[in-house]
């Protein structure tokens, strides 16, 4: 989909459907879908193209065995069966225990992560993780990736990778977290044992009937402090924020993390992509074709402004005999150049189209126009990459300006 909402790009199971059956089925409309629940759902994370993949192979076994599956099985239950069991890995553990069991199989490992967070830390920066994930399997996971992990078959953990974060939240349910009503409680989780203890908005809270302050005091003089739950207003208060511009909130989810904290509290906020690297990679490489598709469709504008010229003239204006058999030869060689042109530049653009992915293509891009995905990106991310240590490149003072915008009309006469 481009950033106009137009569908560019789409499959039923898996066959391609043909731009009549795309305009049939979403441009039909005398106002411009927007493309939001129930009627869509959005592939937005790794987890959901697992799930929908799978969908994809269930609507393909329906189309091609449909004595094999219960009328009731429309493709609407389907999908929500589909994401039922998919949702139900989540919530019971079947998910993150298999995860736990072997890390280094299931996430990538990134050495770069601990020497970014002790350069923020020795510059002075306080710095915080945000989590949907509670606190068993966020030690588990910051274990690995902290290279200070000591996982052995029996997976033992210790708490070395929290001395680079002032606070840690988790189970926070992003991104209803962000939202400055949110009212939901938060506790201190003590991480040897897992415990959650009651607090005032952060404030340790001694259990009735335990009277010694050491139970306040644990909790105060940790360097870093664990919670579970809480919105927003408690990570301001935890960390002493007092204006939204003083937060740079790196994400890798372009709904649950990006959208949400700019959008509503106007934090700075980068986009990791991780698809980005190969593509920056292919961009590079398809450079001479990607310039003759753009040579390509200057030449069928300038053929197809000529034909359009020449039909205005013999039908409106007055030639003698001969200009017109003139013209109408001319219109007729340009007519076919046109169909030459045209047939070059759609080869070309499919094939440049499948370097980047054999289906979907491009991801920041949806024919000529900016994708979808590229468009929230624009609006919402203040800075995107491919991975968060590409930021120990530079210094933590750095300032990142803005690239100049441009306009259609001024690309032509911009300053050498």
């Known amino acids: 989909m481009d950033r106009h909402k137009y569908v560019k790009v789409a499959y039923h199971g898996f066959r391609e459907l043909s731009k009549e059956d795309k305009v049939g089925t979403y ?9 939001d629940g129930p ?7 790794l987890f959901g193209l697992a799930g929908n993949y799978l969908f994809a192979q269930l609507v393909d076994f329906r189309d091609k065995n449909p004595e094999k599956v219960p009328a009731r099985a429309d493709y609407f239950r389907m999908y929500q069966d589909v994401k039922a069991a998919v949702d139900l890995c989540h919530r019971d553990g079947t998910l993150k225990q298999t995860v736990a069991k072997d890390p280094k199989r299931y996430i990538n490992e990134d050495t770069s992560i601990v020497p970014i967070l002790k350069m923020l830390r020795d510059s002075g920066r306080s710095t915080f993780l945000v989590t949907d994930s509670l606190w068993d399997y966020t030690n588990i996971v910051m274990n690995f990736l902290s290279a200070s992990r000591t996982l052995d078959c029996g ?6 990778w929290l001395q680079y974060f002032d606070v840690v939240i988790t189970g926070s349910a992003k991104p209803g977290f962000f939202n400055e009503g949110n009212r939901a409680n938060i506790f201190e989780v003590e991480p040897e044992s897992g415990m959650l203890l009651n607090t005032d908005n952060g404030t340790p809270i001694p259990q009735v009937g335990i009277t010694s302050p050491k139970v306040l005091l644990k909790g105060l003089n940790k360097s870093c402090r664990v919670f579970q739950g809480g919105s927003v207003g408690h990570l301001h208060k935890l960390l002493f924020i007092q204006s939204s511009s003083q937060v740079l909130y790196v994400g890798d989810h372009i709904y649950g993390d990006i959208l949400h904290s700019k959008k509503v509290l106007g934090w700075r906020t980068m986009l990791v992509v991780p698809e980005l690297e190969r593509e920056v990679e292919l961009l590079w490489e398809l450079r001479d074709m990607r310039k003759q598709l753009r040579l390509l ?7 197809e402004d000529q034909i359009h010229h020449l039909k205005w003239a013999l039908k409106f204006e007055s030639h003698c005999d001969d200009e017109k058999q003139k013209m109408t030869s001319d219109q007729s060689e340009l007519e076919c150049r046109r169909d030459q042109v045209r047939i070059a530049q759609k080869q070309a653009q499919r094939e440049c189209h499948q370097k980047f992915h054999k289906i979907w293509g491009q991801l920041m891009k949806t024919g000529y126009q900016n994708s979808r995905f590229a468009h929230q ?14 930021l120990n490149l530079y210094s933590p003072d750095k300032y990142y300006r803005p690239s100049e915008d441009f306009m259609p009309h001024e690309f032509h006469i911009l300053p050498s």
């Open 297 to 303: 469709r200057n030449e069928r504008d300038l053929v």
């Open 39 to 45: 009627d869509y759902a959005f592939i937005d994370t």
């Open 155 to 160: 997976i033992t953990c210790n708490f070395d």
């Open 27 to 35: 441009g039909n409309t005398l106002i411009r879908n927007s493309f």
């Open 377 to 390: 990106v624009e609006r919402f991310a203040c800075l995107y990459t491919s991975r968060v240590s590409n």
